[in-house]
Structure formats: C-alpha cells, structure tokens
C-alpha cells in the first residue's frame, strides 16, 4: 500500500509526530478482531525532506497476527525506507516467534528514525524493541498519543498485563428504561441505523458473549451481517452454567461456519456436552462456585486462549455480574425513542447505574435514526 501525499513543512516536528501517529493508530484500528491473539498495530513510513514530509508506504497487523504492520509497511517502502521515520502504534518486537524480529527488519531497512506511541508489555518484549533499535544508532521517541494507543490497544495490554480481554457491555434499552418484557415475545428495541452500529461493533470484536438466558429467550445468530463484513464475524461465547443450550439454537446449527464455544461448569452434565460437541460447538469447563460459572475465571481461561476483545451483549442479568466484578471498561448503551408502556425488565440495575456514576465517563454520543447511542469508558 503506498499513498504519496506531499504535507506542509512548516510544522514543528512534535506536530508532525501526532498528526502521523493519529494516522497509524486509525490504521491499526481497521483490523481490531481480527488479529487475536496479537495486537492490530499500524505503521507508516515517512521521508521527511526540504519539501516537507512524505508519506511512502503504510501498513496494518495482518489476519491471524502477521506479517506484523512494520514489514508491510517496510517492503511497500523498499530502498525508499533507508533514512526515512516509521511511526508504528506500538514498540516493535524483538524476539524470535514465528517469524524473526521487527526489529531486525526496521534494521535491516536503514530507518533513521522510529516514532512509536507505546512500549510493548508483552514479556518477550518490554522496552527490548526500542533499546536494540538505540543500541544501533537509530533516534527512538515513544510516548506519542500514547492515551489514544493505549485505548485501540487496551484488549492487547489488559491480556498481557492482567490475563484477561478488555470487555465492551452493549444494552439496549426503551424509553422507558426496559431491556426486555417481563415475559412474552422479544422485545425489539432499536432500528436498522443502530442494528447496523451493533454490527460493526462486532465486527472489531475478536469475540460476542452473552448468557445463556439471551440464548434461551431470543435464540440470536450473533453473527455481523453488514454488506462486505460477513467474513468478519467473530467467535460467539456462550456462558451456560448447566449446558442449557438447545442443540437447535442457531448459535450451533451455524458452529461449523462460525466458532462457538460454550463456557460451562466443570460438573455440568457430559452428555449434554457430546450432543452440544458433536454439532460443532466447543465446550470449555471453568470454575463454577455455587454452581455458575465465575465471568473472570472465564475470562481468564478466553485470554489464555489468545482472545483479546469481548463484546458482551447480553442480557441485562450477566451485564450486571460484569460490573459488579469490574470487569467492564467500555459501555455502549442504545435507547430507543420508543417506550415499552408496561413493566419490564430494567437495563440498568443498580451495579450499572452506580458503575456509570462512579466509575465511568461518556466519550461519545451518535444519533442512529431514532435511536441514541451513547458510549462510555473506565476511568482511570
Ligand atoms: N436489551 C438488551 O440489550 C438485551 C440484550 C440481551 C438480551 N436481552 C433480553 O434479556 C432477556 C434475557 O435476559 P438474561 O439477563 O436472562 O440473559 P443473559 O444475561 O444473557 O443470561 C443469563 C444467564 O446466563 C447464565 N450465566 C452463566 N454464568 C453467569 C454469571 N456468572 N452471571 C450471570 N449469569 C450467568 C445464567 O444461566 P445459568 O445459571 O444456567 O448458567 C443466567 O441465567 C431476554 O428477554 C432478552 O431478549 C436484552
């Protein structure tokens, strides 16, 4: 990919630094679901001459997790890279995994110059990438919109640093503050433009869970249905605490063509577990104190197995526990114009709504037809 741009000279260096960063975070965001168990990075070359800046090459983190953005980026930009300044929104690596070290690509290149916004928790890496790059004579500035890369690259730190994914909580709610009926048919509540949103929310998941109640109740296919997204579905979780899941629901006559893994008690009945296995779906016991499964334990066993983004969405009752345990640091909440007008069950109970107060902030409000979405983040 390269994309030749002549940008004015006159800025300072340090503006020039954000603006290009801004550019690598956007980049690497495209493909956040995508890249589990790595981080969705993005990078860029730019030759910065007498004319002023030049963009020479971009790239992103591939499906899968490599190639890694930096060699993209590095073989679109060929001899042009020597000299010139990579920004990439995260410290490049420098062990030997799959593939050989960034690091020795960016070296090999002849970058002058590395601009990066955070450096890497990852073990095997940790401020390793920057000081090889240094220790080669290469000028290394990090910190650059680091809030921002910490935000695109928080479901990548939370599982290198505390062994679980980050967790987006979406609920919809009525007007008049309902999630669903007390009991009846499903209740839906926002339009197509909202639908849409929720799809493409999915779609930079690298997994949607909700509870088996959501499964029970509104029998969901959780899948991203937005035109040109199809393939990005990402692999649906099911907590299920005693294998209720019907071997009809859609989530498993679809498990074939989209993965579903249904997180269970370790005691939870086997031949419930073959029937649900042997249509498609993967069972996976966790720790289950008083008899439901411990979200963070599943959490937990999620990110050992590479799963960095969970889009939680549903119901109100397991949204609930997710707060209570703090184990939610986004939330995205729909509220249609229209009221339910009879008793329901609330979307917010009250660990959401003290949650909201105490320990959340509003960074944004979209208008989707009739239908608000506000979205908010853990502070701190
Ligand atoms: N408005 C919205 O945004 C929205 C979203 C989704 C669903 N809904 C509606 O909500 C209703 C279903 O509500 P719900 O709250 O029952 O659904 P839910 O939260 O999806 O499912 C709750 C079930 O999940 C299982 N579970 C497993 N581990 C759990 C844990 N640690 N904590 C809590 N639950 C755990 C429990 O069953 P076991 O004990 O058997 O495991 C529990 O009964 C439906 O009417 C649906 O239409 C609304």
Redesign the pocket.
């Known amino acids: 990919m390269t994309l030749a741009a002549r940008l004015p000279s006159a800025a300072p260096m340090s503006v020039l630094d954000e603006r290009f960063m801004r550019r690598a975070i956007a980049l690497g965001a495209r493909h956040l679901g995508q890249t589990w168990p790595n981080p969705s990075v993005g990078a860029l070359i730019v030759r910065h001459d007498r004319d002023g800046p030049m963009i020479l090459a971009e790239g992103i983190t591939q499906a899968g997790g490599r190639p890694h953005a930096e060699r993209i980026a590095l073989e679109a930009a060929g001899e042009g890279a020597r000299g010139a300044t990579l920004y990439v929104s995260l410290e490049p690596c420098s062990h030997h995994g799959k593939t050989p070290p960034c690091v020795d690509a960016i070296l090999a290149a002849g970058i002058a110059r590395l601009v990066t916004a955070l450096d890497d928790p990852d073990p095997r890496v940790r401020g390793r990438g920057h000081e090889r790059l240094r220790q080669h004579g290469v000028e290394v500035v990090t910190g650059v919109l680091a809030d921002e890369a910490r935000r695109a690259h928080r479901g990548h730190l939370l599982r290198t640093t505390q062994g679980r994914p980050a967790v987006m909580l979406?609920?919809?709610?009525t007007a008049d503050g309902?999630?669903?009926?007390l009991s009846g048919p499903?209740?839906l509540?926002t339009g197509e433009r909202s639908n849409a949103r929720t799809h493409l929310m999915r779609a930079h998941a690298d997994a949607i869970m909700?509870?088996?109640?959501?499964?029970?109740?509104?029998d969901?296919l959780l899948t991203v249905r937005l035109p040109g997204l199809e393939s990005r579905s990402p692999l649906r979780v099911?907590?299920?605490?005693?294998l209720?899941t019907p071997v009809t629901a859609k989530v498993i006559a679809t498990a074939h063509a989209t993965p579903t893994w249904i997180?269970?008690?370790a005691d939870a009945p086997a031949q419930a577990g073959e029937v649900l296995a042997d249509a498609g779906a993967q069972i996976l016991r966790v720790e289950?104190p008083g008899?439901?499964?411990?979200?963070a334990a599943?959490l937990r066993m999620l990110a050992g197995r590479g799963v960095t983004r969970v889009f939680s969405?549903?119901?109100?009752?397991?949204?609930?526990?997710?707060m209570a345990q703090d184990l939610v640091d986004e939330f995205a909440l729909?509220t249609s114009a229209a009221a339910l007008g009879e008793p329901g069950?609330p979307?917010l109970g009250p660990r959401i709504a003290a949650a909201l107060q105490e320990r959340f902030k509003r960074v944004g409000e979209e208008q989707l037809g009739p239908d608000r979405l506000e979205l908010y983040e853990r502070m701190g």
């Open positions: 979406k609920l919809a709610r309902h999630a669903a009926r499903r209740l509540i909700v509870g088996v109640g959501t499964v029970l109740s509104d969901p099911i907590l299920d605490s005693r209720r997180v269970t008690a289950a008899g439901r499964v411990d979200v599943a969405e549903g119901g109100p009752r397991l949204g609930e526990v997710m729909a069950v979307a």
